[in-house]
């Protein structure tokens, strides 16, 4: 998504953990440790974070799944997203479109993401191709003989 903006268009994806490295970066995504909007800095993977649509809302978006690093970039940049894709829609057509996007996509991932099981009972079934089982299937194999991640992980994107 960011890759769309304008502002990112042209952005350079560093896969790294390095906090030397991630001091140097304009945004950093789903590593880091901390979440820091004003930084631009977004993760979820700290214990005292429990932040939801809700809560980041004031309540205007009902949602109480905990959210992942794809769910605060869509928080914080999924309405110029869609203002990126479809510039000539009144606002109030935007923040309808907004909504459904997070409910009916961004919240599994969110959930997935956070192991939040979409059912309190036993499932009936198993799901087998969610968006993240299908970036999964792009990862090498244990026995391949090129174990090229980061081509993979591009592809993914």
Sequence with gaps: M???????????????????VLSDCDI???????????????????????????????GKMDFHTK???????????????????????????????????????MEEIDAVDNGVNATEEKPKYHVTTTLGGRVRDLNPSWNDEVQDFDGQFEKAM
């Design 67 to 105: 959210l992942s690093s794809a769910g605060l970039v869509y928080l914080h940049f999924g309405k110029n997203f869609i203002d990126e894709l479809i510039p000539d829609v009144s606002k109030e057509y935007k923040d309808l479109i907004y909504h459904r996007i997070y409910e009916y996509f």
């Design 28 to 58: 950093v995504v789903d590593v880091g440790g901390t979440y820091e909007p004003a930084k631009h800095r977004y993760d979820h993977h700290q214990r005292t974070f429990t932040d939801t649509m809700s809560t980041l809302t004031d």
């Design 2 to 20: 960011l890759k769309q903006l304008p502002a990112y268009k042209s952005a350079q994806i560093v896969r790294t953990r390095d906090p030397a």
